[in-house]
């Protein structure tokens, strides 16, 4: 059964007193769905994030953010299978079922936060230096089987990255981040080149097309193109499964396509 998901985020940037303090406030909205029971999510995350000046020579900032809001989890249960509604002929929906649904979802708040630094070399490249926590309050769901408290361990992060012009006509983006929860844990890098469609940009930003790959430590190689132009960013990528699940996925993953105006 296909996964599917989508997101929508905004941002919305404001100065703070008279220096060079600034505030970002914004939002974060998600829908995933997959499954044969049509298995649900939906995230409405608010943030806010304190940018402060850390000199007024360049562009150098100290940044705390916090996010938190409701997840909102729900399936369908007239497409609930049961071993009682086996009988001679196969599975019958209309064989009476002696299992009792009590709910059909579940709620709960989600509460993270996160602290990073970056800094600009030459007016040119930018670099920073991210943590964070997510599920800082240890959600409790009440699912279908009655409360789990401490379901969502915290999960952390901490990122590094650099990105920028390397002259007037080639651009490069490099990442790193890393993720740890409850024992396990998650790599992922990438790196992308981009070249600008002209040098002469008369003041406007140039239009770049990137082209690059991320890769996902022992799980998938994600082939990446970007064009950049008019303050729009259009992107297009490909998860290769290269994990052991390959044998049944026959090396296919999921398309992703994302849009950003800036």
């Keep these: 059964?296909?996964?599917?998901?989508?997101?929508?985020?905004?941002?919305h940037k404001t100065s703070v007193g008279k220096g060079d303090d600034f505030i970002t406030i914004g939002s974060q909205f998600?829908?995933?769905g997959a499954g044969d029971i049509r298995l649900k999510r939906t995230q409405l995350l608010p943030a806010v994030n304190f940018h402060k000046s850390l000199s007024e020579d360049k562009d150098s900032y100290l940044?705390?953010?916090?996010?938190?809001?409701?997840?909102?989890?729900?399936?369908?249960p007239a497409l609930l299978k049961f071993g009682d509604q086996y009988g001679a002929g196969g599975f019958d929906r209309n064989?009476?079922?002696?299992e009792i649904i009590k709910n059909t979802g579940y709620h709960y708040w989600d509460v993270?936060?996160?602290?990073?630094?970056?800094?600009?070399?030459?007016?040119?490249?930018?670099l920073y230096f991210a943590g964070g926590i997510s599920h800082v309050n240890r959600p409790t769901i009440q699912s279908v089987l009655g409360a789990a408290k401490d379901a969502i361990a915290p999960r952390y992060s901490f990122n590094v990255g650099l990105n920028g012009k390397i002259n007037d006509r080639d651009y490069i983006t490099v990442f790193a981040?890393?993720?740890?929860q409850n024992g396990n844990r998650q790599i992922i890098g990438g790196c992308l080149y981009g070249f600008a469609s002209e040098t002469g940009y008369y003041g406007g930003d140039p239009n770049i097309f990137y082209i690059g790959s991320f890769f996902r430590a022992g799980d998938a190689v994600i082939p990446v193109v970007k064009l950049s132009f008019n303050h729009m960013t259009?992107?297009?990528?490909?998860?290769?499964?290269?994990s052991r699940l390959r044998?049944?996925?026959?090396?296919?993953?999921?398309?992703?396509?994302s849009v950003a105006y800036t």
């Excluded at 059964?1 to 941002?11: G, K, M, N």
């Excluded at 630094?117 to 930018?126: A, P, S």
């Excluded at 996925?249 to 992703?256: A, K």
């Design 112 to 126: 993270s936060t996160g602290i990073s630094y970056t800094t600009v070399f030459n007016n040119r490249l930018n």
């Design 177 to 180: 981040d890393y993720f740890t």
């Design 234 to 242: 259009v992107g297009i990528s490909y998860d290769v499964n290269i």
């Design 95 to 98: 064989n009476p079922t002696g």
């Design 1 to 11: 059964v296909p996964f599917r998901t989508a997101s929508l985020s905004v941002e």
């Design 30 to 32: 998600s829908l995933d």
């Design 63 to 76: 940044s705390v953010a916090f996010m938190g809001g409701p997840v909102f989890s729900q399936f369908d």
């Design 247 to 257: 044998t049944v996925s026959n090396w296919r993953g999921g398309l992703e396509l």
